[in-house]
């Protein structure tokens, strides 16, 4: 949701506040601009659609100075013109912004009526009226700046150059993330940290409420009722600064071919394999002493928790309600009794989970986290954060993340059923075993079955409309299929429960819609065959994705067979990710979609 970023420096910045928006550019891509002061003076380019047409612009009309922001947007208030791109402007006032000022309607009522006039539609000019407003009225730009931060209700994460102010920047936080960066004789500001590797690893978060002066060699920071504070300077990943596609054509073909290590550097946080067991880690949500579990998510994370809801009820018998985020926090739900609650997100920022969990620590519970960005805001507030070790994940469709995810529900749902005694010591043992494979399983699976997904995925990106069945944890990743296929081929994909087919769905297939049917030779592969039989007996085309032993049990004719090896139930959902994985993506790479960046998409959704 927008990517912000900022430097004051020694070099021309324009360049280098381009090259941080490209690793911002997951967070939004309709339009983008930068902004520069040079000799005191303020002066802007923007362009509508993606990164590359600033880079044109600034191409034929370059930009001096050596202190500059940028910005890149994804729209919320105001169409996706070069207009209504940041920075916007206001009497020597220039600013960018990530979230939502909720009472920007209000504010700008105000200043209209005290003679402002408007020139976007956007909720981020109020902010730099605002500010101008009171610099007019005499106050310096740090007491116009502490008065406006006051003004404002809702999210932000704001950058701000002032007019003949060649010495500083200012930014604030409040909700979506900021990273201060220290440099030698230079700082810089980012929406994360990544953004910030090519300049520096030494990074400050800001919190809530915070707000700060940047100049070349110091920040301050202050807090929202404008005392100074410290925060503590972390460094940052050294993964943060390998965001870039190596031989792979996308982000996320890469990620897909890096989960065999991803998920074997998750698991091996979670379980020692040379003992058998999982690590004390895996049970520090007091498993033993809850009666119930709720979690919270959104998107591939929310389908992350509903396997873990699986897993964990199966497993450790322990009852869990699961919701997606934006849904979760309104419910009003009450919490009784002994619950914890856990939340999933790769971003670790995402507004919805971040509610959701602000409004179960508010009721007392223990609240648990599943994050890839360790630093971020839902780790933070956590008590206990349970890290994925997935890397930076650059294509917003999420791949790699979630199968981190999944892997840190499967050794937590052993982490439960030892502490609550569900699991005797060899059923550890063989789960831990079937889990020490997975790395493997998905590293041949990937390249077994590449070649006959490629040429399916041609047959597919020919129908406009696709089912995806499956029953049990063959459901969820039924609905993940969907998800990954709508999000970036932009085929309609619609996912079933099995066993609801014919409570609806049934009256649509036809030869024109595709149904996939995820059924491995499970303890549902009967019931699932018989749904397949009433597919095929109304003329629907079956793609069929099982085991070698599904392959064997069913002389169904289908558009398609994939065969995967034969594994244990637990580790299924695992492996059978990887042929839905590579349909989305073939497909999509045939109809020839931005596949890193689909449309209207971002990957870190920090506004309602
Ligand atoms: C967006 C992304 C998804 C992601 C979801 C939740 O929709 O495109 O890939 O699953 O947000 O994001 P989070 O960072 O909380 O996992």
Same mark, same amino acid.
């Given at each position: 949701m927008c990517g912000i970023v900022a430097i004051i420096g020694k070099h021309r910045v324009a360049p280098l506040l381009v090259d941080a928006l490209k690793r911002l550019e997951y967070r939004g891509y309709d339009s983008a601009g930068v902004a520069t002061l040079q000799d005191g003076m303020l002066d802007r380019r923007r362009a509508e659609g993606k990164l590359v047409n600033l880079e044109k612009v600034l191409a034929e009309n370059p930009l001096g100075g050596t202190i500059g922001i940028g910005h890149t947007r994804w729209a919320t208030h105001g169409a996706p013109t070069e207009n209504n791109a940041h920075p916007h402007f206001c009497e020597g006032v220039a600013v960018v912004h990530n979230g939502i000022i909720e009472n920007f309607s209000e504010i700008r009522d105000q200043l209209t009526s005290a003679g402002a006039h408007f020139s976007t539609e956007t909720d981020t000019e109020v902010i730099a009226q605002l500010l101008a407003s009171l610099l007019r009225s005499g106050k310096t730009p740090k007491e116009a700046m502490q008065a406006t931060l006051s003004s404002l209700k809702g999210a932000?994460?704001?950058?701000?150059?002032?007019?003949?102010?060649?010495?500083?920047?200012?930014?604030?936080?409040?909700?979506?993330?900021?990273?201060? /960066?220290?440099?030698? /004789?230079?700082?810089?500001?980012?929406?994360?940290?990544?953004?910030?590797?090519?300049?520096?690893?030494?990074?400050?978060?800001?919190?809530?409420?915070?707000?700060?002066?940047?100049?070349?060699?110091?920040?301050?920071?202050?807090?929202?009722?404008?005392?100074?504070?410290?925060?503590?300077?972390?460094?940052?990943?050294?993964?943060?600064?390998?965001?870039?596609?190596?031989?792979?054509?996308?982000?996320?073909?890469?990620?897909?071919?890096?989960?065999?290590?991803?998920?074997?550097?998750?698991?091996?946080?979670?379980?020692?394999?040379?003992?058998?067991?999982?690590?004390?880690?895996?049970?520090?949500?007091?498993?033993?002493?809850?009666?119930?579990?709720?979690?919270?998510?959104?998107?591939?994370?929310?389908?992350?928790? =509903?396997?873990?809801?699986?897993?964990?009820?199966? $497993?450790?018998?322990?009852?869990?309600?699961?919701?997606?985020?934006?849904?979760?926090?309104?419910?009003?739900?009450?919490?009784? /009794?002994? =619950?914890?609650?856990?939340?999933?997100?790769?971003?670790?920022?995402?507004?919805?989970?971040?509610?959701?969990?602000? $409004?179960?620590?508010?009721?007392?519970?223990?609240?648990?986290?599943?994050?890839?960005?360790?630093?971020?805001?839902?780790?933070?507030?956590?008590?206990?954060?349970?890290?994925?070790?997935? /890397?930076?994940?650059?294509?917003v469709a999420s791949t790699k993340a979630l199968t981190c995810q999944m892997s840190v529900f499967a050794a937590l749902a052993i982490g439960a059923g030892r502490a609550r005694n569900t699991l005797s010591e060899a059923e550890e043992k063989d789960m831990v075993r079937s889990l020490s494979e997975v790395p493997r399983i998905t590293g041949s699976v990937l390249h077994q079955i590449q070649p006959q997904l490629e040429i399916l995925s041609r047959e597919l990106s020919k129908f406009h409309n696709v089912l995806y069945l499956g029953r049990g944890n063959n459901y969820t990743l039924a609905l993940e299929g969907a998800l990954k296929l709508k999000e970036i081929s932009y085929i309609h994909a619609e996912a079933y429960a099995a066993g609801e087919l014919k409570h609806g769905p049934i009256a649509l297939i036809d030869e024109n819609m595709p149904v996939i049917v995820i059924a491995p030779h499970d303890r549902h592969f009967e019931k699932t065959v018989s749904n397949m039989q009433e597919v095929a007996a109304r003329g629907g085309r079956i793609i069929f994705i099982t085991d070698e032993n599904g392959a064997r049990a069913s002389n169904l004719e289908t558009m398609a067979t994939i065969v995967l090896p034969n594994v244990d139930e637990f580790i299924m959902p695992l492996i059978f990710m990887l042929p839905i994985q590579l349909l989305a993506y073939h497909t999509a790479v045939f109809m020839g979609t931005d596949v890193d960046q689909p449309r209207n998409l971002a990957k870190s959704v920090t506004v309602e």
């Open positions: 932000y994460a704001l950058a701000v150059l002032f007019e003949g102010e060649n010495e500083q920047i200012m930014g604030a936080r409040n909700g979506p993330p900021l990273a201060i /960066g220290h440099g030698d /004789g230079e700082m810089f500001i980012g929406s994360d940290a990544i953004a910030l590797s090519p300049f520096t690893d030494d990074i400050t978060y800001l919190e809530d409420g915070d707000w700060a002066i940047l100049n070349r060699d110091h920040v301050e920071i202050f807090n929202a009722d404008g005392n100074t504070v410290q925060r503590p300077r972390s460094k940052a990943s050294s993964a943060y600064a390998q965001v870039e596609k190596g031989n792979y054509r996308h982000f996320m073909e890469k990620e897909i071919y890096e989960q065999p290590e991803v998920i074997s550097h998750t698991l091996t946080h979670y379980i020692d394999f040379a003992t058998g067991k999982v690590r004390e880690v895996s049970s520090q949500l007091d498993f033993a002493d809850i009666d119930s579990l709720k979690i919270a998510a959104c998107g591939s994370a929310y389908l992350a928790g =509903q396997f873990g809801k699986n897993w964990l009820e199966r $497993y450790a018998r322990l009852p869990v309600e699961i919701d997606v985020a934006s849904e979760f926090r309104y419910r009003e739900m009450p919490l009784p /009794g002994r =619950q914890a609650a856990l939340f999933v997100s790769q971003s670790g920022e995402t507004a919805d989970t971040l509610a959701s969990l602000r $409004y179960c620590k508010n009721n007392g519970l223990r609240i648990g986290s599943i994050v890839n960005v360790r630093e971020s805001t839902i780790a933070r507030e956590s008590d206990v954060v349970f890290p994925t070790l997935a /890397g930076p994940e650059i294509g």
